[in-house]
């Protein structure tokens, strides 16, 4: 059974591959963070090594030790921490890239195809990038390679030319809410506030689901971040001296955050469009009503502008506390403004 939704061109292609024996040696698939790019790969890995007629099956002996990343064929090279090493690494090392070399030059050892998952194609080093692209020119037998990364151009080209490119897209919140509500059982005012949180992300929205913390913490900040529209222009720099100091241990989180100002400035516009039916957060109206009571939408405007020039100065490397500071001030509200003399 395929187990990835929303993605359903990619799909068809896969399936149809698998069915027929026409599958390419490397793949790269490419879209938003958990919109299915790592399922799908998985659901690839298990559909060539699978035992049964119907591939996959997901649940013979084959399928299950890849699900659990056990099978002896089936590699995953990512960015996730490796013991020793720090949490935020940014390149995926060539020492790595050289054992996949290396394993892939053998025969599989228990199952019918070797498959390389390269989960963060776009930040493999420079040698790498290099190494791997030698093994895709002359690709060896019953071997496949599946590259993932968030964008195309983030690629290296001459690697690109090497794959069948697949691009992953968000779903309609509609569509996922349907699904969230006919696969998990949930309620629809609960699929709808997922669905929309997610971005129409599915990974994002079953995550969310499947594991309540990430979901209650994730609500608590945005609760926070509400909040700090309404705060003191103390409490507000010291946000931004707090999420400063996080930022060179943890970039992408504080981008993130970053973006999620961004949506929360533009739910306000909606409100104050009377745009409701679009607004994401929709459990957080009443916070939103009030919030655009107390600004003109040109106030929120300029917000969301300030919240954009931010996310680009700390892009360039601009002092993240100097960007950060500067980005608060613009959650003033006009009320608050101290009079000139």
């Known amino acids: 059974m395929w187990n990835v939704f929303g993605q359903d061109a990619a799909l068809t292609h896969l399936a149809t591959a698998v069915k027929k024996g026409t599958l390419h040696h490397a793949y790269l698939f490419t879209g938003p963070d958990k919109s299915g790019k790592k399922l799908m790969a998985m659901d ?12 996959p099956c997901g649940c013979c002996d084959s399928c299950n030790r890849i699900t659990v990343l056990i099978h002896a064929d089936v590699w995953l090279i990512d960015l996730e921490n490796r013991g020793d090493e720090p949490d935020n690494r940014k390149e ?3 020492e790595e890239i050289e054992d996949l070399q290396h394993s892939a030059n053998l025969p599989p050892f228990e199952g019918k195809a070797r498959v390389f998952i390269i989960d963060g194609a776009e930040a493999l080093s420079s040698y790498a990038a290099n190494r791997l692209l030698k093994i895709l020119e002359e690709p060896p037998p019953r071997v496949i390679f599946i590259l993932l990364s968030k964008a195309l ?3 290296l080209p001459t690697i690109v030319s090497r794959c069948q490119h697949l691009a ?10 349907a699904y969230l509500t006919e696969r998990f059982g949930v309620d629809a005012l609960k699929a709808k506030l997922v669905a929309r949180l997610s971005g129409g992300r599915p990974g994002w929205a079953i995550l969310a689901l499947n594991d309540e913390k990430f979901l209650s913490d994730f609500l608590e900040n945005r ?9 003191s222009r103390t409490e507000r720099f010291d946000y931004a001296e707090k999420i400063a100091s996080q930022f060179a241990g943890n970039r992408l989180s504080v981008m993130d955050e970053l973006k999620y100002w961004q949506v929360l400035a533009r739910d306000v516009l909606f409100m104050q469009f009377g745009l409701e039916g679009n607004i994401i957060n929709c459990d957080a109206l009443e916070q939103l009503r009030v919030l655009a009571g107390r600004y003109k939408p040109s ?9 954009s020039q931010t996310r680009e100065q700390l ?5 993240p506390r100097l960007a950060l500071e500067t980005m608060v001030l613009a959650l003033e509200c006009p009320e608050r403004v101290p009079a000139k003399i």
């Open 92 to 94: 995926i090392k060539t």
């Open 168 to 177: 992953f897209r968000n779903v309609a919140y509609g569509e996922l809410e």
């Open 44 to 55: 690839l890995a298990r559909a060539v090594n699978c035992e049964s007629e119907n591939p």
């Open 223 to 231: 609760n926070k971040l509400l909040e700090l529209y309404k705060a």
């Open 153 to 155: 151009e983030s690629v």
């Open 299 to 307: 106030d929120v405007r300029n917000i969301i502008g300030a919240i």
């Open 315 to 319: 892009q360039r490397n601009i002092n």
